[in-house]
């Protein structure tokens, strides 16, 4: 099994809908990031959280929400998704500043 | 906040050249990372140099705080080392385990 697991891999949603997007890590990390990654633009940084009671909004969260339901699980939500949000998503995890481990991706498009 | 450029944005080698990848930051870091981003996606850690020199088979890096720049070294390339190079370093502080990303080298290696 993949040290950081991704649901859904791909998604289509229709604009307006509310869509959730999954990690759960077996790392034992305390510190998990979620990212979008554009084309051309590289990785941007949504929301992060250091543990279960630590969340923090990172340069782009507007439209995004998150639940730290465990150590292990990191979900990042789209209340009202709109195309502009179609993108790759990266959720990651990190014990230190050397032990980054980026989960699969999402590829979400939102039409 | 701390700003990353790469360069060059894309890059064409025939299989078996070498090559140089460059990342300029705009401040002074204390921690460097690059990573390659698979043709499926995947995002793989390569390199965490904050500065000096590291070694990893063909691949090799360099980091020189003092003058805000890293190079990435890809030695006799292989169609497998097709895809996007990243650097990355905290946003901000010391402490901070946050990432800001380059827009990324696009590498395609041909045989």
């Known amino acids: 099994d993949a040290d950081v697991t991704q649901t859904p891999r791909n998604r289509i949603t229709k604009t307006g809908k509310r869509i959730m997007l999954e990690c759960s890590q077996t790392?034992?990390?305390?510190?998990m990031y979620w990212y979008r990654q554009d084309p051309g633009l590289g990785l941007r940084l949504i929301y992060y959280?250091?543990?279960?009671?630590?969340?923090n909004k990172g340069e782009i969260s507007d439209g995004y929400s998150v639940s730290r339901q465990a150590q292990a699980k990191f979900s990042l939500s789209l209340e009202s998704a709109i195309p502009n949000q179609t993108a790759l998503y990266f959720c990651?995890?990190?014990?230190?500043?050397?032990?980054?481990?980026f989960g699969s991706g999402t590829r979400l498009t939102v039409v | 906040g701390i700003q990353v450029e790469q360069s060059p944005p894309d890059l064409i080698l025939q299989e078996g050249a070498n090559s140089t990848l460059r990342c300029n930051f705009s401040?002074?870091?204390?921690?460097l990372q690059w990573f390659h981003q698979n043709p499926w996606g995947q995002l793989i850690n390569l390199f965490y140099?904050?500065?000096g020199t590291k070694q990893n088979g063909r691949l090799s890096a360099t980091t020189v705080a003092t003058e805000r720049y890293s190079l990435l070294y890809i030695s006799s390339s292989q169609t497998t080392d097709s895809g996007v190079y990243f650097c990355?370093?905290?946003?901000?502080?010391?402490?901070?385990?946050?990432?800001?990303f380059g827009k990324g080298t696009k590498l395609s290696v041909i045989p």
């Open positions: 959280s250091f543990d279960v009671k630590d969340i």
């Open positions: 990355a370093t905290p946003r901000s502080g010391a402490g901070s385990y946050q990432l800001t």
């Open positions: 790392k034992g990390h305390d510190r």
């Open positions: 140099i904050p500065s």
């Open positions: 401040d002074s870091v204390n921690n």
């Open positions: 990651a995890t990190s014990r230190d500043r050397l032990g980054y481990t």
